[in-house]
């Protein structure tokens, strides 16, 4: 079990007390959105969410803990989507795979785009996007490969599970931008899932090939 973050409150156990928390979350996160990370002061958000500072900081020890907070609540929500679409899929094209994968991340994050370009701007990205989603998200693309391709070789899964994670998630970042309207949003995915899966495809029949 992962040590608990430094500055990380004790979670509450009373039904009471996860609302007053999941409220100052949720307040959080909007304010975040609206005015970015660096312009919302913890008094800001116990003022926004009528509470007390002190009840704030009986939470979360400082605006960081809050980033965090959020950080995983939105990653948790893009897994359990994730997770619901690839499983059972193996059956079906690549494309349509594809494509619905990149569908629900999209989703997640468009419901939350004004909170993800607060993420953004406040934390510390690299080539694929938020760098705490990568290794999360690994296992569940190996898992699809698999589903596709059948056993194969893990390194050269591992390869292309780190490729589709890097192409496909920049791709969906970009399209979720709030100036994107869903339109080109939908054409720019749909456009990603066919370049994605023409190469999933192309390793499939190598692979069939290489069994013969």
């Known amino acids: ?17 996860k609302a007053t928390r999941e409220h100052i979350l949720d307040t959080a996160a909007q304010l975040f959105g609206e005015r970015g990370i660096a312009n919302t002061s913890t008094n800001k ?3 926004a969410a009528g509470v007390s500072i002190g009840t704030v900081y009986r939470y979360f020890a400082d605006r960081s803990v809050m980033v965090e907070e959020l950080l995983r609540r939105l990653l948790e929500n893009i897994e359990q989507r994730f997770s619901q ?3 059972g899929l193996g059956e079906k094209p690549s494309v349509e795979v594809i494509s619905g994968i990149l569908e629900v ?13 607060a993420l953004v701007a406040g934390v510390q990205f690299y080539s694929s996007g938020i760098p705490e989603f990568e290794p999360r998200l690994r296992l569940l693309v190996k898992v699809m490969v698999i589903q596709i391709l059948g056993p194969g070789d893990d390194h050269e899964y591992d ?19 709030l100036e994107v309207d869903s339109a080109a949003r939908a054409e720019a995915l749909q456009m990603t899932a066919r370049m994605i899966a023409a190469w999933v495809d192309v ?10």
């Open 105 to 117: 991340i999209a989703d997640e994050l468009v419901e939350n785009a004004q909170l993800v370009r």
């Open 1 to 17: 079990m992962p040590p608990k973050a430094v500055g990380q409150r004790r979670r509450p156990t009373q039904e009471r007390a």
């Open 45 to 47: 958000i116990a003022a």
């Open 159 to 177: 390869v292309m599970t780190f490729v589709i994670i890097n192409t496909g998630f920049a791709a969906v970042l970009r399209a979720t931008a």
């Open 203 to 212: 390793e499939t029949q190598a692979a069939v090939r290489g069994k013969k």
């Open 85 to 87: 679409r690839v499983f």
